[in-house]
């Protein structure tokens, strides 16, 4: 079945430091691809997003490419704050005929350091 | 645009008892998705449903059960609650694309 394997975490960073977090996928056919992010005691935002292969998705200063020919969809940030502490998912989607579900990886806690 | 809403937020049950769970989707939105999520297991996807019919389920037992309205608006129902069953419940709504929009979650407890 499909599924998504992420970075083990948690990762702590200096504030400024450059942010990598690996997620590579497996699925047949050409899933959407997603990060999500997660505060303390709040549900999943929608970070970023690419629905095809080289699509770059990007928001906030995150960006994370579509790589068919990697499987992968890392997410990075050249300077990091304070701020974007939190848990961030990596995710695919697939259609199945109308239906669709999120397969989610584990999550990567990041603790950015002032 | 006012974004997805769950209730309640938090709950405390004790085991064998039922529970129910509120989602308000996206105005606009029809698709409505359920998410569980526990330390050990992660985000488990539990059921989709579209124009008040369920069109995808994941692999939990079938004391979980859901529905929808007319007006999109979705329940779930966990009866004979166990230890286990403690976690964050998640909705999330799409205006049937591929691109899900989460709720704040009901924190449900089971002691």
């Known amino acids: 079945g499909d599924s998504v394997t992420q970075m083990e975490g948690p990762v702590t960073l200096s504030e400024e430091a450059f942010l990598t977090i690996n997620c590579t996928y497996t699925?047949?056919?050409?899933?959407?691809l997603f990060w999500y992010v997660q505060y303390p005691g709040e549900g999943l935002q929608l970070l970023l997003k690419?629905?095809?292969?080289?699509d770059k998705g990007s928001n906030k200063g995150f960006e994370a490419t579509y790589r068919k020919e990697t499987t992968s969809f890392h997410l990075e940030k050249g300077s990091v704050q304070v701020s974007d502490s939190a848990v961030y998912f990596c995710?695919?989607?697939?259609?199945?005929?109308?239906?669709?579900?999120?397969?989610f990886g584990s999550g990567t806690q990041l603790t950015v350091l002032p | 645009k006012a974004g997805v809403t769950q209730t309640p937020r938090y709950l405390i049950k004790t085991r064998g008892q039922q529970v129910t769970l509120s989602c308000s989707p996206i105005s606009g939105h029809r698709s409505v998705s359920w998410y569980q999520q526990t330390p050990g297991q992660g985000l488990q996807f539990l059921f989709e449903?579209?124009?008040?019919?369920?069109?995808n389920k994941g692999n939990f037992p079938g004391r979980f059960s859901g529905r929808q309205f007319s007006n999109s608006r979705s329940e779930m129902n966990v009866s004979t609650l166990e230890l286990g069953d403690s976690a964050l419940y998640l909705c999330?709504?799409?205006?049937?694309?591929?691109?899900?929009?989460f709720g704040p979650g009901t924190r449900l407890t089971v002691l």
């Open positions: 690419a629905t095809k292969a080289d």
């Open positions: 449903y579209f124009s008040e019919t369920q069109r």
């Open positions: 699925a047949t056919g050409y899933p959407s």
């Open positions: 999330a709504s799409t205006q049937n694309t591929d691109t899900q929009y």
């Open positions: 995710a695919l989607s697939k259609s199945s005929g109308s239906a669709r579900q999120l397969t």
